[in-house]
């Protein structure tokens, strides 16, 4: 059975530039979320996606969003890139969206430059 | 505010030892706890779980304690293996409802270093 998918693997931008990142989920898991692991902090949670609307998000700017196709699959997008967002992106699946195990994809590097 | 916190950043284990590690959480709410692994550059992989309905679950060289009333828990790994050096993250989780629904809020991790 195939894992949770990221691409890009990596990604090098500018300040102020947008960035589009992609995930595919454990098949037949509905729930996607996005974590952000910046240099020296542990996982912050970004957004949980289940059945294509957006169920919870944490302490982020709106300048990050995404979505959720009918296919399960996420798109997260961040705008107006800082220098701050450079981070590890990982997206991870699950059955459902509590009291389930979250089961990681290997994550998009992100730099700003 | 750290809801979820491991207070050792490393913990330095000899091969067929027993390496313990601990983590500490503040919300009442949370009622089920994860640990990951994580090495450099990769996702997080899930090891083993735990609600808060139990106190103990065990899943091979891998064992969870969880002691409710001091809000602690803690991984027991026994025998320690050097394929076992990695970053451990435990997380944790609420019921549905509020606004920790659906999400895992994790500790800063610990290195555990297993020496041949």
């Known amino acids: 059975e195939a894992g949770v998918t990221q691409s890009p693997t990596h990604l090098i931008k500018t300040r102020g530039q947008q960035v589009t990142l992609r995930c595919s989920p454990i098949?037949?898991?509905?729930?996607v979320y996005w974590y952000q692991q910046a240099l020296g902090l542990g996982l912050q949670f970004l957004l949980w996606y289940d059945e294509g609307e957006e169920r919870n998000r944490g302490n982020f700017p709106p300048r990050f969003s995404g979505r959720q196709f009918p296919n399960y699959s996420s798109e997260l997008n961040v705008n107006a890139l800082e220098l701050e967002d450079s981070a590890l992106y990982l997206c991870?699946?699950?059955?459902?969206?509590?009291?389930?195990?979250?089961?990681f994809g290997p994550g998009t590097r992100l730099t700003v430059l | 505010d750290q809801q979820v916190k491991q207070n050792s950043p490393s913990l330095s284990v000899q091969e067929g030892r027993i390496s313990i590690l601990n983590c500490d959480y503040t919300?009442?709410?949370?009622?089920?706890f994860l640990w990951y692994k994580k090495y450099p550059a990769e996702g997080p992989t899930f090891l083993i779980s735990i609600s808060s309905i139990k106190d103990k679950n065990e899943d091979g060289r891998f064992t969870v304690f969880l002691n409710k009333s001091a809000k602690h828990l803690s991984l027991h790994i026994v025998p320690s293996q050097p394929g076992d050096s990695a970053v451990y993250f435990c997380a944790a989780t609420p019921n549905a409802g509020g606004t920790s629904y659906g999400k895992l809020t994790f500790g800063q991790g610990t290195i555990l270093t297993v020496h041949p």
């Open positions: 098949s037949g898991h509905t729930s």
């Open positions: 919300n009442s709410m949370f009622d089920y």
């Open positions: 991870a699946s699950s059955l459902v969206g509590t009291n389930n195990e979250q089961f």
